[in-house]
């Protein structure tokens, strides 16, 4: 019986399929496993944001009242998304650019406030209890900042300051995760602005690591990383969980790393979710005589009718 939690409603359907994401009576493939404990809760969350492109030369020519219509216009960048996320378990977010991914990001890691529904990270609701659920996540974007003058080893510290972690046990740590991710000693005490954009965002996501948050946010963590560093990085990701219960929330472009690390994965389309499965099973949904063994990328293509890169445009936040 194929167990694939299938989305795909014309807009007129909204409410009926946000009722179906959160339904009781939903394949049991949409849930986290049963009788785990729950990390995370989406519960029809929703997010708008203004869009007012092109705005200042309209008015310029003259076109005041196109402006102000399309001024007065909004994207939904997440639209009454639902799904719950075990603890200790990999779950990954598909979806071109614009789409929501790094948008719903950003409502679970307090950065952005929902305009509706509610998130709860271990029963702590991200508004309501900021400051307790920072204490509990970490995230790692692909635009990753820090203090380009100093050494990986000296923003890491600073990281570690933040979080209350005792210099000493912070130093031993901070090398250890360095050097499992590949930086030999040389890179970990020269300045930032030397290193690579890749090296930067092992840096990057070895401050993520130093915390040992019980939710991790990986907004596509190994983009600009080589083959290798990949492969370093993925280990780790399963390293902390199978050691640390981690649970990771994952965004990528790259099918293989979802394939090969994720427990479950959704694939998000105009601000919501078109599929939800573990690979194995959205993979099983277009398999047929003439298509044997369909990889996650045939199933992405078939749901959204285009490629990862093809979005139109970068989410709104």
Known sequence: MNETLILRTPA????????????????????PPAGAPLAL???????????????????????RGAARAEAA???????????????????????????????LIRLMSTLLIPDGGAIRVFGRDVVRDEMTVKRMI?????????FKKLTPMENLQYAARLYRIEPGAAHDRIVAILRRLGLDDRAIFAPMEDMSRGMQQKVAIARAFLT????????????????????????????????????VILTTHDM??????????????????????????????????????????????????RALEEGAAPDPS
Do not use: W
């Not at 007129?12 to 849930?31: I, K, Q």
């Open 41 to 63: 809760e989406v519960d029809r969350a929703r997010k708008v944001f203004a869009k007012r492109p092109g705005l200042a030369a309209r008015l310029r020519a003259g076109r």
């Open 212 to 247: 040992s948050p019980v939710i991790l946010l990986l907004d596509e963590p190994t983009t600009g990383l080589d083959p290798h560093s990949k492969r370093d990085v993925q280990a780790f990701v399963r390293e902390m969980r199978d050691t640390h219960a981690t649970t």
């Open 12 to 31: 007129a359907d909204e409410m009926a399929a946000s009722t179906v994401v959160a339904s009781a009576r939903a394949p049991a493939a949409m849930g």
């Open 73 to 103: 216009r909004a994207v939904v960048a997440v639209d009454d998304v639902s799904f719950a996320v075990a603890q200790g378990e990999i779950f990954g977010l598909l979806g071109p650019n614009g789409t929501g991914k790094s948008t």
């Open 138 to 146: 970490n995230r790692v974007s692909v635009e990753a900042s820090f």
């Open 256 to 305: 293989y790393e979802a394939d090969a690390l994720c427990d479950r994965v959704a694939i998000i389309d105009g601000g919501r979710f078109v599929a939800l499965d573990t690979p194995a099973g959205l993979k099983r949904t277009i398999a047929g005589p003439d298509r044997s063994a369909p990889t996650l990328e045939d199933v992405f293509l078939a749901l959204t009718g």
